[in-house]
């Protein structure tokens, strides 16, 4: 073989090599963008005097979900144990949630774990595992005072201006 055949040759293997490298790559990013994202969240209502908590679960991927486990834990002493055994075994599809209510007077610091597969794939390269700490006690940070006034009439009337301002 003489240079201008191994040149060749070196050419057609480094553009394989290319080709293969560059599927893979495409293959894999599209695995892994293509996953559900489930998250868990924690939302803060304040309407008058009361202060409500809802613990939300959320998938935010591209694919359905498949929830197997979720726990949760209290890094606090001096709360009841939340079940959030009502999450495990469920699906949710992209872009849907769903809430539990948190009871009244615990505070203190949690601690969520759930593990969730991508839907009808439950085998150890499709298995998410996640874990989330929330601070019970932020919802003093969240909170805005309305100047002038204390009734529930002028609170949803500065509700009402802020979502007016919001949408310019």
Same mark, same amino acid.
């Given at each position: 073989? !003489?240079? +201008? !055949?191994?040149? +060749?040759?070196?050419?057609?293997?480094?553009?394989?090599?290319?080709?293969? +490298?560059?599927?893979?790559?495409?293959?894999?990013? #599209?695995?892994?963008? !293509?996953?559900?994202?489930?998250?868990?969240?924690?939302?803060?209502?304040? $309407?008058? &005097?009361?202060?409500?908590?809802?613990?939300?679960?959320?998938?935010?991927?591209?694919?359905?979900? *498949?929830?197997?486990?979720?726990?949760?834990?209290?890094? #606090? *002493?001096? &709360? @009841?144990?939340?079940?959030? +055994?009502?999450?495990?075994? #469920?699906? $949710?599809?992209?872009?849907? *949630?769903?809430?539990?209510? $948190?009871?009244?007077?615990?505070?203190?610091?949690?601690?969520?774990?759930?593990?969730?597969?991508?839907?009808?794939?439950?085998?150890?390269?499709?298995?998410?595992? *996640?874990?989330?700490?929330?601070?019970? !006690?932020? @919802?003093?940070? $969240?909170?805005?005072?309305?100047?002038?006034?204390?009734?529930?009439?002028?609170?949803?009337?500065?509700?009402?201006?802020?979502?007016?301002?919001?949408?310019?």
């Amino acid at each position: 073989m !003489n240079i +201008s !055949n191994w040149i +060749s040759v070196i050419s057609i293997v480094v553009s394989l090599l290319i080709a293969i +490298s560059s599927w893979i790559y495409t293959a894999w990013t #599209t695995w892994k963008n !293509n996953r559900p994202n489930v998250v868990v969240s924690i939302r803060h209502y304040r $309407l008058a &005097n009361s202060m409500s908590r809802y613990l939300v679960i959320k998938n935010f991927g591209k694919v359905t979900a *498949d929830i197997k486990n979720v726990t949760g834990k209290w890094l #606090t *002493d001096g &709360n @009841e144990k939340i079940d959030l +055994s009502i999450w495990e075994d #469920t699906t $949710l599809a992209p872009g849907q *949630d769903d809430t539990i209510y $948190l009871p009244d007077g615990i505070d203190g610091k949690l601690n969520v774990e759930i593990e969730y597969f991508r839907h009808k794939k439950q085998n150890k390269r499709n298995k998410f595992k *996640d874990t989330f700490t929330f601070n019970i !006690n932020k @919802e003093f940070d $969240l909170e805005f005072k309305i100047k002038g006034g204390n009734n529930e009439e002028t609170f949803l009337a500065e509700i009402a201006r802020t979502l007016q301002e919001m949408k310019k």
